[in-house]
């Protein structure tokens, strides 16, 4: 089991509440103008793709650290697709991972991938059971510097 997780949110005004992490972390978040809000925070829909981005990221930078390859600079962009009807759920998720660093085995990255969707990755497993197609791709872009790890 892996543990409790707890988060508080606050309403301050409008739209917007104060997210208090169990760890410590604050996180304003708050809806469109066009939604009745001030644009004052994050979307909550937003968050969840940001966890997404940040777990699916931790276990490959990790994974490839054990694999002693050479990254010197690691990025995650997703896009998202939801639907039009309520509730407005994630139909399409596309997580693109880009890879810079020193003779990066494109076999090491793929295997990185595979274990973070099929094993690691909370975040992706719990998009994927709910109904959303996501996909993981990744470019690999060679780097002359070393890396700072």
Known sequence: MAGELRVGARWQHGMRFAITTGSGHSISVDAATTDGGENGGARPMELLIAGL?????????????KMRQDVTSYEVQISSERREE????????????????????PS???????LTEELYCGASA???????????????IESELSSPL
């Open 126 to 140: 719990v998009l994927s059971k709910s109904g959303a197609e996501v996909t993981h791709t990744y470019q690999i």
């Open 86 to 105: 309520l509730p407005k759920i994630f139909t399409t998720i596309n997580v693109q991972h880009l890879i810079t660093g020193r003779a990066i085995k």
């Open 108 to 114: 090491a990255v793929e295997r990185a991938l595979e």
């Open 53 to 65: 981005a940040g777990c699916a990221g931790m276990d490959i930078i990790s994974i490839l650290r």
